[in-house]
């Protein structure tokens, strides 16, 4: 296993808007390169919460990287960060072709155009998501791109505050 990817102890909440944001800025250019327009967008304040930023990171990257894959020169994607209900959700939106319901399974492991980080594989990518207690959701709108959405359980707003 990837020393990036072992689970971290956590003794104090983190600031999820700081982890998107830095990421974003990070992909940005590359994306630029290939003729892709990346934008974040902050809808609710979000509460600190217990997670281990380098894991979450990795699977922004696996996200935006697969959908960026997706996308022709000229799209967009766009990552949004909400409150709902008693979960924050992490969207990435794509304006790509959708994504066809056979490939959901092999969303995380394919080789692509656009290569941000290693591939980590589908069933590696949701173990990840559920050391820190994540769930992942897709809405797909085939020939008009797809929402992927990490949703954390505010709960992880910790004890630790």
Do not use: Y
Not at 47 to 73: G, M, S, Y
């Amino acid at each position: 296993m990837s020393p990036v990817l072992e689970q971290t102890k956590v003794d104090k909440p983190q600031d999820l808007e700081e982890v998107v944001t830095g990421c974003v800025q990070t992909l940005n250019e590359n994306l630029k390169t290939h003729g892709i327009v990346l934008e974040a967008m902050i809808l609710d304040p979000i509460p600190p919460l217990n997670f281990d930023p380098v894991v979450i990171e990795t699977l922004l990257k696996a996200v935006l990287d697969n959908r960026a894959n997706a996308i022709p020169a000229g799209g967009r994607l766009s990552v949004s960060l909400a409150t709902s209900g008693k979960s924050v959700r992490l969207s990435v939106t794509d304006t790509g072709w959708g994504v066809p319901l056979e490939a959901i399974p092999q969303l995380f492991g394919r080789p692509e155009r656009i290569r941000q980080e290693p591939r980590i594989g589908s069933a590696r990518f949701h173990q990840i998501l559920e050391s820190q207690s994540g769930e992942f959701t897709i809405d797909r709108r085939p020939g008009h791109g797809s929402t992927m959405t990490l949703s954390f359980p505010v709960s992880l707003a910790s004890s630790l505050q």
